[in-house]
């Protein structure tokens, strides 16, 4: 016969393609008596195969060229049992019994009992379930901060020192943004500040009047730590003005513009001033002797006194109204 796969020559009675290896499905009764084992792997092989349809050993002997060891294989002797004479009664139809091995197979990852014992255990979820909770609840709190409510607050509430500001005390929270309150008592304070603010322009106008003075005396004839400390008087007193004028602008509104934008002009024209001053101070106490340098020290103060002047005549005229 002929293999139906590959075509090839398939000896009577073999079970495999003796070329490709593809089983024939043939069924044949083979008398147990006639049949013989392949001397390489112990196969029962069908009588008259030239080779092992197992292995694919060759089962022809060779002409022995000398004396020669034989192998002696120890393989049970089979006698007639009566099945096969048995099968072989007419009307009946004879089927080979397969010779399977008695060794277990190797596993195979492939058998559904390999699937499921690659599935986690039970516990293993479990503690996976554990572990995220205890990672996912643990960043929540840290961001959270629930013990603590004031953790991620960003406004200022350590109390700030606003003596240099012309407002004596401590000042203990910051309002205005943070806190809202009704228009008429908005207007109220609002209204109030201003005139703080307008006898705070006053106060420092009148410092600046003594630093000018100062430096027309102490700025060219005094010792040199006189005339640092008159620097360093002056740059205060300047940002003095500048945190005032600060204030002053953040109280701009619908019904207070006017009263707001006057003296936001005193304070613009003090700053100028006090600029003048600070670099007076400055050219006296870097100078050997100041006395010599009398109109360098004493130019710029010169050139802004009609900021003074404008200050002077327009200062009790743009009193806001209480």
């Known amino acids: 016969m002929r293999c139906p796969s590959c075509g090839a020559q398939v000896p009577d009675g073999a079970l495999t393609c003796p070329s490709c290896r593809s089983s024939l499905d043939?069924?044949?009764?083979?008398?147990?008596?006639?049949?013989?084992?392949?001397?390489?792997?112990?196969?029962?092989?069908?009588?008259?195969?030239?080779?092992?349809?197992?292995?694919?050993?060759?089962?022809v002997a060779d002409e022995p060229l000398s004396a020669r060891s034989v192998r002696d294989l120890d393989l049970p002797e089979i006698g007639n049992t009566g099945v096969m004479d048995a099968l072989s009664e007419e009307g009946r139809t004879g089927v080979m019994t397969r010779i399977e091995s008695a060794i277990p197979p190797v596993d195979d990852a492939s058998l559904p009992?390999?699937?499921?014992?690659?599935?986690?255990?039970?516990?293993?979820?479990a503690l996976?379930?554990?572990?995220?909770?205890?990672?996912?609840?643990?960043?929540?709190?840290?961001?959270?901060?629930?013990?603590?409510?004031?953790?991620n607050r960003i406004s200022a509430t350590t109390p700030a020192d606003t003596s240099m500001q012309g407002f004596p005390g401590l000042l203990e929270s910051l309002?205005?943004?943070?806190?809202?309150?009704?228009?008429?008592?908005?207007?109220?304070?609002?209204?109030?500040?201003?005139?703080?603010?307008?006898?705070?322009?006053?106060?420092l106008s009148e410092r600046a009047d003594a630093s000018?003075?100062?430096?027309?005396?102490?700025?060219?004839?005094?010792?040199?730590?006189?005339?640092?400390?008159?620097?360093?008087?002056?740059?205060?007193?300047?940002?003095?003005?500048?945190?005032?004028?600060?204030s002053i602008g953040g109280l701009e509104s619908s019904d207070n513009a006017d009263e707001v934008q006057h003296l936001l002009t005193l304070g613009n024209w003090l700053r100028?001033?006090?600029?003048?001053?600070e670099d007076g101070w400055s050219r006296s106490a870097?100078?050997?002797?100041?006395?010599d340098e009398?109109?360098?020290?004493?130019?710029?103060?010169?050139?802004?006194?009609?900021?003074?002047?404008?200050?002077?005549?327009?200062?009790?005229?743009?009193?806001?109204?209480?």
């Open 26 to 59: 043939v069924t044949r009764k083979i008398s147990i008596s006639d049949a013989t084992w392949c001397p390489s792997c112990g196969a029962l092989v069908a009588p008259g195969a030239s080779e092992c349809p197992k292995c694919g050993a060759s089962l």
């Open 113 to 125: 009992t390999r699937r499921v014992d690659r599935m986690p255990r039970t516990r293993a979820l």
């Open 128 to 151: 996976a379930g554990l572990l995220a909770l205890v990672v996912v609840g643990g960043a929540a709190l840290l961001i959270t901060h629930p013990w603590d409510p004031e953790a």
């Open 175 to 203: 309002t205005g943004q943070d806190k809202q309150t009704g228009q008429g008592s908005e207007t109220q304070s609002s209204a109030e500040l201003l005139v703080q603010y307008h006898g705070a322009l006053g106060d």
């Open 212 to 246: 000018e003075e100062s430096l027309g005396d102490v700025g060219l004839t005094g010792s040199a730590e006189e005339r640092a400390q008159g620097l360093e008087d002056v740059r205060a007193l300047s940002i003095e003005v500048s945190n005032l004028i600060e």
């Open 272 to 277: 100028n001033r006090c600029d003048a001053l």
């Open 286 to 291: 870097e100078a050997d002797r100041p006395a």
């Open 294 to 322: 009398r109109d360098s020290i004493l130019a710029d103060v010169s050139a802004s006194a009609e900021y003074a002047s404008f200050f002077s005549e327009n200062y009790d005229d743009w009193t806001p109204a209480a």
